[in-house]
């Protein structure tokens, strides 16, 4: 069943708003042994600009998928928008959350996709084991 039956997506004036006024994001990756969460802030305007580029128009696809990461928007301090990412199995979307409900779901572009698979992803065994060596 896809719990956003009803739901629009974020509208582009909102999207285009967010990019104007967005002064920091934050990544946070949902996935057990995943990369570590990744924050930019208002001296990386392009890489906030970026990230925003990747929310589509259109309505995204949630199903019966898992998020594969939380997005915080923030400006000035204050949390604007969250959302829920997904980008596999079949689903496709920013989910924007408020009060624990998806209100808008947007598709993320394939660039976004590329972007998100590259960054969240499981730490190998290699690295672990390294990591653990430094400790």
Do not use: W
Not at 28 to 39: T, V
Not at 113 to 124: E, G, H, L, V, W
Request: with cysteine; aromatic share 10%; hydrophobic share 40%.
């Amino acid at each position: 069943m896809d719990r956003t039956v009803g739901v629009a997506p974020l509208p582009p004036e909102t999207i285009s708003q967010l990019n104007k006024t967005c002064t920091s994001i934050d990544i946070i990756p949902l996935l057990k042994g995943a990369n570590a969460s990744l924050s930019f802030n208002k001296a990386q305007d392009q890489a906030i600009g970026y990230i925003i580029s990747f929310i589509a128009d259109e309505k995204g696809i949630v199903g019966n998928c898992t998020p594969e990461a939380h997005v915080v928007f923030g400006e000035s301090g204050e949390i604007n928008y969250e959302a829920d990412i997904y980008y596999s199995n079949g689903c496709n979307a920013f989910a924007f959350i408020k009060g624990g409900k998806i209100v808008f779901v947007n598709k993320i572009r394939p660039e976004g996709i590329d972007f998100f698979k590259n960054f969240i992803k499981p730490i190998s065994k290699e690295k672990m084991d390294s990591l653990a060596k430094m400790n």
